[in-house]
């Protein structure tokens, strides 16, 4: 059979297998829709994706009587919604960067953007648009569309043949931590800002907050840039989060055609329909919180541009604010690693973690100090732990493979540093230790490899050197 016969025939079945088994109905629209997610596994990966995006966004926000207030609030909003019987959860998050975002099963909000709302409509309007996007499936549409242009890869093989093969195409297990990186389109965005107004005025909320929840947004990411420094330019995280957005007067003109376009409504939220006088009482404490949090943000910012006196003095103001915040003491325990006082760095990670026990960020910091000490078997216990709070913090995945490896557990090492390796090729060290685990099981071939990429990323370090080492001992020339 001549190949592209065999080509043709894998395309046919393929467009088969779409066709007869990956037709949905849509929750929104009653209309069909191409589908390769199923809903069970829509709520895997979100069930996967949120302890990592929870700690990437800094930890839950730790205030029980707010959440016993806001967490109701969503929860109307997710039993109007489409898609009721889908599991729930809701968390605020102990950032001061602005965002919000919905998944299957998870719903959350930062104190960052939180803290700006004026009144509890507009809570709801940014809530409502976040479920909005969990109600039309749009994670899965994305996943969706990723897995039609990947699919080119596999149509040679004849995989798509049965059913369990979704699974395969899909990379389930290494899709849940990466859920927030698939950009929605204008029009998804749109539609959920027409399903949140519409949820709104269901709920008896005045859906003209919408606009002014719009408002706020731009108005929270302005203070977050103040705080740290920065305006508004391409290329910073800020603007990465709202590259899909439709512009904020076009969204905003958009929005109020969608108002008037709603079936009649009653408003029957306090104030108006605004509900302000028990938001801004439930939320006072946040807000005087999140003030406090302003040096320790700038702090953040020096620490990460190596301006360790700097970052000291905005967190001696933090601190001198408001002791009783983990992540202050966390990253004082961080500028004492990289000023070698691993003794202080500890005090400071455990008083971190005698505030809020389970403080992942702490955790990793004892781990990365018993393994400035050699006590390495102590970091595989913290690390081991840090990674079932946060399974895709980088830092831990690489101290857990150099934890195994400076123990000469080199098999053991491998899968930890081969994870961190395609994520980060251009670590200095990370080649290096590859090669030695490599060559130390009999995989020498993937031992020059590494070895050779080594002394690419950089060849003047002790890796670099050990690298070359290492090829001259195999009888390789350095390429």
Request: charged share 25%.
């Amino acid at each position: 059979m001549r190949p592209l016969s065999v080509l043709f025939r894998a395309a046919c079945a393929c467009a088969a297998f779409l066709v007869l088994s990956s037709c949905a109905i849509s929750p929104v629209t009653g209309k069909p829709e191409l589908m390769l997610v199923s809903q069970q596994q829509e709520i895997q990966l979100g069930k996967e994706a949120a302890p990592s995006l929870t700690w990437g966004y800094g930890g839950r926000y730790r205030d029980e009587e707010l959440q016993r207030y806001l967490e109701p609030i969503v929860r109307r909003i997710w039993e109007n919604s489409e898609r009721p019987d889908l599991p729930f959860r809701f968390a605020t998050l102990n950032t001061s960067v602005p965002n919000a975002f919905a998944l299957p099963g998870y719903v959350a909000i930062t104190r960052g953007l939180l803290a700006e709302f004026d009144n509890e409509a507009q809570f709801v309007a940014v809530m409502g648009h976040e479920v909005g996007h969990v109600a039309a499936r749009h994670t899965a549409k994305a996943l969706t569309r990723r897995t039609l242009q990947q699919l080119g890869l596999v149509l040679g093989g004849a995989v798509l043949a049965d059913s369990g093969t979704r699974d395969v195409v899909l990379g389930v297990g290494a899709l849940g931590s990466s859920l927030l990186l698939l950009k929605f389109s204008r029009d998804q965005e749109l539609q959920a800002d027409r399903l949140g107004v519409r949820y709104m005025a269901e709920l008896g909320y005045d859906p003209r907050q919408a606009v002014q929840a719009h408002e706020r947004l731009m108005v929270a990411v302005d203070d977050y840039l103040h705080r740290i420094g920065e305006k508004r330019r391409e290329g910073t995280i800020i603007e990465a989060l709202f590259s899909t957005h439709p512009r904020e007067s076009v969204r905003k003109e958009e929005i109020r055609d969608m108002i008037g376009d709603l079936p009649p409504y009653q408003v029957t939220a306090p104030q108006g329909g605004t509900g302000r006088e028990r938001f801004i009482e439930k939320t006072r404490s946040l807000r005087e919180v999140h003030q406090a949090y302003a040096p320790y943000d700038r702090a953040v910012k020096y620490y990460g541009e190596g301006k360790l006196r700097e970052a000291e003095a905005e967190l001696k103001k933090a601190l001198a604010t408001m002791e009783g915040q983990a992540p202050f003491h966390n990253l004082y325990g961080m500028l004492m690693l990289k000023r070698d006082s691993p003794e202080k760095a500890r005090g400071y990670f455990e008083r971190a973690l005698a505030l809020y026990p389970d403080y992942q960020p702490s955790v990793y910091g004892l781990g990365l100090v018993a393994m400035s000490q050699g006590r390495y078997r102590d970091a595989l216990v913290h690390f081991d732990k840090s990674l079932k709070l946060f399974p895709a913090h980088a830092g831990t995945v690489l101290g857990m493979g150099k934890s195994h490896f400076k123990l000469g557990q080199y098999r053991e090492a491998l899968p930890y540093l081969e994870s961190f390796a395609s994520a980060y090729p251009r670590h200095p060290e990370v080649h290096g230790m590859l090669g030695l685990c490599y060559e130390s099981t009999g995989r020498l071939r993937e031992a020059v490899q590494s070895y050779q990429r080594q002394l690419e990323v950089a060849p003047e370090n002790d890796m670099g050197a050990l690298a070359r080492e290492r090829l001259a001992a195999l009888g390789m020339t350095p390429s």
